[in-house]
């Protein structure tokens, strides 16, 4: 639980000055034990791929307020990444943006008898992720999902080359 709270924390600390720079925060994630891991996962605003020259900019945004504010005691590494093609779906506007993409999603408690889904991404309905499965439907409350990320297909890599080559 504090773990949770320290990321959340750094979420609320980082956002604005991300937003402000064209970003959008993804996820926040601390890993390790003696020297932890922060990985900070973002994407731009426009909808366009991330570069490496963004992550730069990430990373000594974010490492100026985490330099002053100091939310994690003792050293740590700072990991900044984009989302990649196969990337996690944290928001319920991801769930909205890849639907139509083959998807993998777990659960924290049995939904329907399961934990783990892989199916289409239908979008969501309400406060509920539609999944379309090989034997039906799924309705997973967004509360539910303990992780989700996109699989990696044909159609999504040819959805990632034809995202690179578009104007911005």
């Known amino acids: 639980m504090v773990q949770r709270a320290v990321t959340e924390r750094i979420a609320e600390l980082v956002t604005p000055s991300l937003e402000a720079n064209g970003f959008e925060l993804v996820r926040v994630m601390l890993t390790g034990g003696d020297r932890p891991t922060l990985q900070i996962m973002a994407d731009r605003t426009d909808e366009t791929p991330i570069t490496v020259d963004d992550c730069a900019d990430i990373s000594r945004v974010v490492s100026a307020i985490l330099d002053v504010e100091d939310p994690i005691k003792g050293a740590y590494t700072l990991e900044v990444s984009s989302p990649g093609i196969d990337r996690p ?9 890849f639907a139509g993409f083959e998807a993998k999603v777990e659960t924290a408690a049995p939904v329907d008898g399961r934990r783990r889904f892989r199916g289409r991404l239908l979008g969501v309905e309400g406060d509920e ?6 034997e039906g439907e799924a309705a997973i409350p967004l509360s539910a999902i303990d992780r989700a990320k996109l699989v990696m297909t044909d159609e999504l890599l040819a959805a990632a080359e034809a995202a690179q080559h578009e104007p911005n």
């Open 89 to 97: 779906l944290v928001r319920k506007k991801d769930f909205e943006r």
């Open 129 to 134: 992720v539609r999944l379309a499965l090989e």
